[in-house]
């Protein structure tokens, strides 16, 4: 069998990741692939010196709501000083909140920086997996979530990574996560954005 063409060429430079400060965030359709995907990600970046502390992971439902999600992650470390949890109910509301987080869960009168996701944060890697249906969901949902995306990362000047899978069958999700079937268990993208993630994080504190 001939080698594929595809897939991104490696820079000889490693990228330092032990600095930088890394979001994941991740819709929850599809959940055996995502689970491979976020866990991919994880391991390269930390392999790339990212440290525990410096990732966090936060969940959404779908693809859908991945650009405005990143777009609070990034603009919600902003928050104020002394703004509670019960202030920031409009905020971030949803989902399991970095399950690897240590830190617990406080009240709704104390104080909101220990619940926010504690920016800053030098990249943010949005996962979502969309496989096609029989309706035009598909469609409508991935060009939003692109378009979104990209305009997460222009307007915020945060690089988002566009860690999102538009595919045709189940088994070409499962592959592009390696969890392919039979002898082509394929390779787990979310490994190549983690690396994407501290290269371009790396690189945003060089151009900044
Ligand atoms: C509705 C929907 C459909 C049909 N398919 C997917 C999918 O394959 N992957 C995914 O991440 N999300 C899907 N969703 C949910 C939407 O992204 C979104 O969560 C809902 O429409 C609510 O806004």
Redesign the pocket.
């Known amino acids: 069998m001939s080698e594929s063409i595809k897939g991104p060429d490696y820079v000889e430079k490693k990228f330092d990741g032990s600095s930088l400060r890394v979001a994941i965030v991740h819709?929850r359709?599809?959940k055996v692939v995502i689970e491979a995907l976020v866990n991919g990600t994880v391991k390269k970046l930390k392999e790339l010196g990212v440290k525990d502390s410096g990732i966090v992971i936060q969940s959404v439902?779908?693809?859908?709501?991945l650009p405005y999600a990143c777009a609070k992650m990034i603009t919600g470390s902003r928050v104020q000083a002394g703004a509670t949890t019960a202030d920031l109910l409009g905020g971030l509301t949803f989902g399991t909140s970095t399950p690897r987080s240590s830190t617990p869960a406080p009240s709704a009168s104390s104080p909101a920086v220990a619940i926010m996701p504690q920016g800053p944060f030098d990249a943010v890697i949005a996962i979502?997996?969309?496989?096609k249906?029989s309706?035009m969901?598909?469609e409508y949902?991935c060009e939003s979530v692109s378009h979104g995306l990209m305009r997460v990362q222009l307007d915020t000047g945060v690089p988002v990574i566009f860690g999102v899978l538009t595919a045709l069958t189940d088994e070409q999700a499962l592959e592009r996560a390696g969890l392919g079937s039979g002898e082509n268990k394929g390779h787990n993208h979310g490994e190549d954005w983690g690396e994407a993630a501290v290269e371009m994080a790396a690189r945003t504190k060089l151009w900044s």
């Open positions: 819709a359709w599809n439902p779908g693809s859908y709501e979502g997996v969309l496989i249906g309706t969901h598909f949902i």
